[in-house]
């Protein structure tokens, strides 16, 4: 089996209800950290990891996501004539040449499991990468690149994972470990969403995975389980009941969830805080919000 990964599917289907009203017209994924919706740092990650192809499995009104990735030539001329070099450098990165990326449409949301099954045609016979935009990882190394080194030596299936404290498993899928090897630990099984007293260990899987295209074949038969949905996670618990390898990879980084209120917030002050053009202003707007809520104590 081929052990380099070029092929990312990106399931963005979800109805985003955390974030009602505003995702009403606006995708999830299209919302900002600072001045970069959070797309723009998934595309930048697979791309880090040798991506070629990102495969977007999509919804109705997902619309402004695939703009994103168009060109825009009265913006681009305009900018040119005003010698705007680095904005015309910054659109740049927004553009997908053409035929490196594809879009399916998943027309029921019916799960995480289900929509990357949407996209098994374009996948084919190869293993491929799942990145779910709403985790967004801030690391010296993308943590995508991190798992496709690790994956290039494993090879099986591989899923990003994090130590979570007890009363938080509830909220993923959490891995049974049989091995643990530092960095890598080789998976016995895996819950999704456990009860606390049943969670199996305290590594939750988040939004990277690596997959073998037997993934897709277990999910054609998969059932609906936890909340009702086609889940990923049980795709990938049939691999090991198969006795083929997965294991958990736990990255160098901090993950947000910005699929949370809460995640999206955090993220924004620490995205923005690591700007060095905002820093200053920033951190002293910050300080000084401290320092009122202090004083009213
Ligand atoms: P979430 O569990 O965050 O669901 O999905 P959601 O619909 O995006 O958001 P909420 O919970 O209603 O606020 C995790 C990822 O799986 C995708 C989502 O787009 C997101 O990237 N997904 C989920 C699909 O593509 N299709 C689905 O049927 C479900």
Redesign the pocket.
Known sequence: MKRKVTKAI??????????LPA?KSIP??IMTLVDRPLIQYAIDEARAAGIKEFIF?T?RGKGALEDYFDHAPELESSLRKKGKKELLKTLKNTNMDSGAIAYIR?H?????G??VWCARRLIANEPFAVI???DVIAAEKPCLQQMTEAYAETGGCMVAAMEVPPEKAPSYGVLDVKEDMGSMVSVRGMVEKPAQDEAPSNLAVI?RYILTPQILQNLQKIKQGAGG?IQLTDAIAQEIEADRDVYGYRFRGQRFDC?SKAGYLQATVSFGLSRPELRGEFQGYLDEMAALRNAAE
């Open positions: 990106f399931p963005v289907a979800g109805l985003g209800t955390r974030f995702t999830k994924e499995v919804s998943q029921k949301a019916l799960g995480l289900h929509a779910l935009p709403d939004g949905e699929g």
